[in-house]
């Protein structure tokens, strides 16, 4: 296991400095490449947006009225650090530094296990948990950028880029874009080939590492579980040649599992839990995942781990076989933290077989009832089914496993 004291931020870019005349099939999804970064730069250097973020971050007791006087500051100040900046690896050197204070600020520990699974001469396409709309990959790319391993390309939905300082950002920090927006059968059948090709690309013609999430939307309710039509969009990019067996291996597809020990967006997951059994829906305000972005940076998350699993082999006779030997390594990897047990023990009375209490187990349990108490009475049993949920999940996942055989 390695642990670390500090991890990389995620950045974007604007996507309309691709011109979408050109032959590039995937000028429409794909990350800027280093001959864009500096024109973008350049632009985001002038989006007042962007800059009146900067200064409500680093002036927070500034009025709003007057945060447009410092504008000339912060693009004086973003200028110096962005000065000779002219790739992506460059860009992301400048970004770690922000997200080294943001770790060792907001989080007591990150650690990283099964890094000897991956090899530097193929690239894998991760395939992980989803907790965290920016953080997940950020922490990834966090364990490969400290041991010289190429950094990933990212998934994002395009609710995410609705701004355009926001897209180029993401884009920039190597993140390409998934049409979730799109209606109507036939335009999403071709988005999602456009994305499956890409990813192949990405991989083999491009031997550059990609991350996506095992489903559509972070797991509020801490239930991590494979979306069977995430490994059907992978699998559209396969060669009519191949077997199904043959793809997966040809793309080295590597569960990885990430836990946190809190989660700084627990209260607004437990407040959407609630409203959808009791209402029937909740309706995303807008740009509130950006604000979650924010919310779970500036957050404090205790301790954070990521697991490295190995990557998929064997027979396989569907997406829906993909998907478990996925849920399998994703399981059995994560981490479990006082945090989790401390919920499922108010949950069920006592502590899982194979666990004691610990003067850990008392820290947690305290900081736990802070949390619970700051939240309507109605929303406390979703924040404590959230903590819980990972270890009902993983017993649950080996009962049907069980019962399969």
Same mark, same amino acid.
């Given at each position: ?22 032959? $590039?099939?995937? #000028?429409?999804? /794909? ?8 024109? @973008? !730069?350049? *632009?985001? +250097? ?5 800059? $009146?973020?900067? #200064?409500?971050? /680093? ?8 945060? @447009? !006087?410092? *504008?000339? +500051? ?8 962005? #000065? ?322």
């Amino acid at each position: 296991m390695v642990a670390y004291n500090r991890a990389p931020l995620l950045s974007t870019e604007l996507p309309d400095l691709i011109d979408a005349n050109s032959q $590039d099939r995937f #000028a429409s999804i /794909r990350p800027y490449y280093d001959n864009e970064v500096r024109g @973008v !730069l350049d *632009r985001l +250097l002038n989006h007042d947006e962007l800059l $009146d973020v900067m #200064a409500r971050l /680093r002036f927070r007791w500034m009025p709003t009225w007057l945060r @447009v !006087l410092v *504008r000339p +500051l912060v693009r004086s100040r973003l200028s110096t650090q962005l #000065a000779g900046v002219d790739s992506v690896l460059a860009f992301q050197s400048v970004v770690e530094g922000y997200m080294t204070a943001m770790i060792e600020s907001h989080t007591s520990a990150f650690t990283v296990s099964g890094l000897s699974n991956i090899h530097s001469a193929k690239a894998n396409l991760f395939i992980g948990n989803h907790r965290d709309i920016a953080l997940d990959p950020a922490f990834l790319n966090y364990a490969l950028y400290q041991n010289k391993l190429d950094t990933v390309r990212i998934a994002i939905g395009d609710n995410l880029v609705t701004r355009d300082y926001v897209a180029g950002l993401m884009r920039l920090n190597k993140s390409f874009i998934v049409k979730r927006s799109v209606k109507g059968p036939r335009q999403m059948l071709a988005a999602y080939k456009e994305l499956s090709d890409y990813i192949r690309y990405s991989l083999i013609d491009e031997n550059s590492p990609v991350w996506i999430a095992q489903r559509e939307g972070r797991a509020k309710d801490g239930w991590d579980r494979t979306e069977p039509a995430i490994v059907k969009m992978i699998c559209m990019s396969k060669d009519k040649t191949q077997s199904l067996s043959e793809h997966v291996e040809s793309l080295a597809i590597t569960p990885i599992s990430i836990s946190y020990e809190w989660d700084p967006c627990d209260a607004a997951k437990a407040r959407e839990l609630y409203l959808k059994e009791s209402e029937g829906k909740y309706e995303k305000a807008e740009n509130e995942d950006v604000a979650s972005i924010g919310l779970s940076i500036r957050g404090e998350k205790g301790a954070v781990h990521v697991s490295f699993g190995t990557p998929l082999s064997g027979e396989f006779e569907d997406a829906d076989d993909v998907a478990r030997a996925i849920d399998k390594q994703v399981l059995e990897l994560y981490q479990l933290h006082a945090s989790n047990l401390a919920a499922w023990k108010r949950l069920n009375g006592s502590l899982p077989d194979g666990h004691s209490a610990t003067a850990d187990l008392d820290v947690a349990d305290a900081e736990l009832q802070r949390r619970l108490d700051a939240i309507p009475e109605p929303h406390r049993p979703y924040m404590l089914a959230m903590y819980a949920n990972p270890i009902d999940n993983l017993r649950a996942f080996r009962a049907e496993l069980a019962a399969a055989c």
